[in-house]
């Protein structure tokens, strides 16, 4: 049975593939298509995490903070 399914899988997949071969204008857009696709969608993402603020910079800024303050007690800054 999976042979025969297989098969019949194989099959489809060409007829859809020659059916495709014929009408390259719909199958594949041209490279600049894409590149302007592409480019748009890329001008109006949005921030990585959705414009809130950075935990990774705001855990950054703290250790540095910790680090001055720790260096100014010790009397090395």
């Known amino acids: 049975m999976k ?3 297989a098969l019949v899988g194989l099959v489809l997949g060409g007829l859809s593939a020659m059916t495709i071969r ?3 204008a719909l199958a594949s857009p ?3 298509t894409i590149i302007r696709q592409v480019t748009r969608a890329n001008r109006y993402r949005a921030a990585f995490n ?3 603020p950075s935990v990774k ?3 950054r800024l703290a250790k540095a903070k910790r680090a001055t303050r720790r260096a100014r007690k010790l009397g090395h800054a």
Do not use: I
């Open 3 to 5: 042979m025969k399914s």
């Open 22 to 24: 014929d009408r390259p």
């Open 30 to 32: 041209s490279l600049e």
């Open 50 to 52: 959705g414009g809130l």
């Open 57 to 59: 910079r705001a855990q």
